[in-house]
């Protein structure tokens, strides 16, 4: 019913940058969040920043200073633009939502397929 499509991963050297995109389509009311996520291997799934629909943004503190999440509400996208990455931010990013669709009284939480960023130093 809704997808989540991710786009910007990619091998990039230490201080780089990258711009992650993530648009989100099907039956769509209203998106009351979208952020962003990473996972390294053996690690647990890291919320790194989220835009709240009429809310502030929210970043982790392991970002907070390099990365900056935009949001185009009209095109149902969210963006992460990564600057001065470090090999530590090796991962792969996942875009996450939480949708409410036409017709539907509550919203669901999607996922994107993941896009994978790699930071050699």
């Known amino acids: 019913q809704v997808q989540l499509v991710e786009s910007g991963g990619g091998l990039v050297q230490a201080g780089g940058s990258l711009r992650l995109s993530c648009a989100a389509s099907?039956?769509?009311?209203?998106?009351?969040?979208m952020g962003w996520y990473r996972q390294a291997p053996g690690k647990q799934r890291e919320l790194l920043a989220t835009?709240?629909?009429?809310?502030?943004?929210n970043y982790a503190d392991s970002v907070k200073g390099r990365f900056t999440i935009s949001r185009d509400t009209a095109k149902n996208a969210v963006y992460l633009q990564m600057n001065s990455l470090k090999p530590e931010d090796t991962a792969t990013y996942y875009c996450?939502?939480?949708?409410?669709?036409?017709?539907?009284?509550?919203?669901?939480?999607?996922w994107g397929q993941g896009t994978q960023v790699t930071v050699s130093s």
């Open positions: 996450n939502a939480d949708v409410m669709s036409p017709g539907n009284w509550r919203s669901y939480n999607y």
């Open positions: 835009f709240p629909s009429g809310g502030t943004t």
């Open positions: 099907g039956s769509i009311f209203r998106i009351n969040v």
